[in-house]
């Protein structure tokens, strides 16, 4: 029995490959995962420094626990209005500002504008 040789390529090849055979289209790809992601981890982290379970965060939306598992997983990204209910049960504000490359994402304490 021989076996074929399987040539190996290091992540760095496989991204200027994909750079270079898809262009603008491939990088807008890779932007999107990171921003799944991202965000993801700042919902994740945003319930456990409340102390929640992701049972206790779902019963709070009345949503199902496998729900809150998809979002901090990337593999569901929650809508618009999820989102905003997802920051009220966490008595957070979620800013998003793509501008800022370092922490387009994240999460900041509820401040009340009656303050």
Known sequence: MSF???????????HK???????????????????????????????????????????????KPQKISEYERSIRIPSVINLINIAKALHCTLIIDPENKETPIKIAPYESPNN
């Open 4 to 14: 074929k040789k399987i040539e190996t390529k290091t992540f760095d090849d496989l």
């Open 17 to 63: 490959q994909g750079i270079e055979k898809f262009g603008d289209d491939y990088i807008a790809a890779i932007e999107e995962i990171d921003y799944k992601k991202l965000l993801a981890q700042t919902l994740k982290e945003a319930r456990e420094n409340q102390g929640l379970t992701q049972y206790e965060l779902a019963k709070l939306l009345n949503r």
